[in-house]
């Protein structure tokens, strides 16, 4: 943290912002419902579009960005919004891992503008997508695709309160064995990402018999070296291994040695 948690004797303000992305992440803070009711009634929500139109100026006690820097005025604005914010938290693989735009940084962003658009000389973006970390310091990334709504009110909460967020760093397989899920790929020969995969999904896609798939990006110790084995076992190429790794969190598995 950089900052000291707001002093108990005013109201601390909470700020959402969003840049490249879906809104799904914010969507998840409104859809938290009642815990969202009894939070407003903790904290000033200064500034939040998706929910109020009305908006308070910073500074700002604690900042929850959405999405990915593509433009020059996305990189611009996430200085702006650094400035003004005590504490700065990034939501969602496109705010924490460039999301599944960063594809683009494995190609030619011009020739999917020409492709894509009537007019590709009215697109003004960058040539990466990259998250708002690679720009500015931040205080906590919470990763997911979309994020997981108990692990937000656990990061506000923390924040809020000062102390440390409760967020586990291990994979999506202890999330499997805490709910007594057969392991799709020793049993079944389903290519997952789940060994190494962030867990707060709750190992939604395995409990259903279909193999994790990355949405929370790379977990605190990953082992791709150990995992590409397996996928090419389970019949897997180097083009379906690649485009397996490069979904929701493509720009964040790209930097791990995969050694295929």
Known sequence: ?????PSAARVPTLAVFKLASCDGCQLTLLDCEDELLTLAGKVEIAHF?????RVRPGPYDLTLVEGSVTTAADAQRIQEIRAQSRFLVTIGACA?????????????VEEFTRTV????????????STPVAAHVDVDF???GCPIDRRQLL???????TGRKPDVPNHSVCFECKRRGTVCVTVAHGTPCLGPVTHAGCGAICPAYGRG????????????????IPLLRRDGMDDRDTRRFLR????????GIKEET
């Open 117 to 128: 658009y009537a007019r590709p000389d009215y697109i003004d973006t960058l040539a990466t």
């Open 247 to 254: 979904t929701f969190n493509a720009a964040a598995f790209a």
């Open 1 to 5: 943290m950089t900052g000291s948690a």
């Open 154 to 160: 656990e990061v506000v909460t923390a924040f809020l």
């Open 49 to 53: 579009l998706e929910a109020s139109s």
């Open 212 to 227: 994790c798939y990355g949405c929370f990006g790379p977990s605190g110790s990953v082992n791709l070296p150990a995992l």
């Open 96 to 108: 924490t891992a460039g999301g599944v735009q960063a594809l683009r940084n494995f190609a030619d």
């Open 141 to 143: 990334e919470l990763r």
